[in-house]
Nanobody
Framework: QVQLVESGGGLVQAGGSLRLSCAAS???????MGWYRQAPGKQRELVAT???????NYADSVKGRFTIARQNAENTVYLQMNILKPEDTALYYC???????????WGHGTQVYVSS
């Protein structure tokens, strides 16, 4: 059974950095992993994804500030967040999508607060 375990998150001042981590278990097929976020009163939005082949995709709002990376053998994904802004404040979710079945799996989310 697929499980995603997240770590990281916290409170930082604007301009600071955080690194989020997510470890997936129970998956044996090729998969895309990524991060999504949801701010209070807003819809969940894509932050960054990385495919099994290493292709990355970023939301325009984080491009140049955030970096996504993975260790394929261990199905672990990281999100390095730099130059954080108050508008980055949100609940960040780890996501895994099986590239064969298109099944989606989600972590419980980790809260990021950025103060001004």
């Amino acid at each position: 059974q697929v499980q995603l375990v997240e770590s990281g998150g916290g409170l930082v001042q604007a301009g600071g950095s955080l690194r989020l981590s997510c470890a997936a278990s129970g998956i044996f097929s090729s998969n895309t992993m990524g991060w999504y976020r949801q701010a209070p009163g807003k819809q969940r939005e894509l932050v960054a994804t990385i495919t099994s082949a290493g292709r990355t995709n970023y939301a325009d709002s984080v491009k140049g500030r955030f970096t996504i990376a993975r260790q394929n053998a261990e199905n672990t994904v990281y999100l390095q967040m730099n130059i954080l802004k108050p508008e980055d404040t949100a609940l960040y979710y780890c996501n895994l999508r099986n590239e064969g079945s298109y099944s989606d799996y989600w972590g419980h989310g980790t809260q990021v607060y950025v103060s001004s």
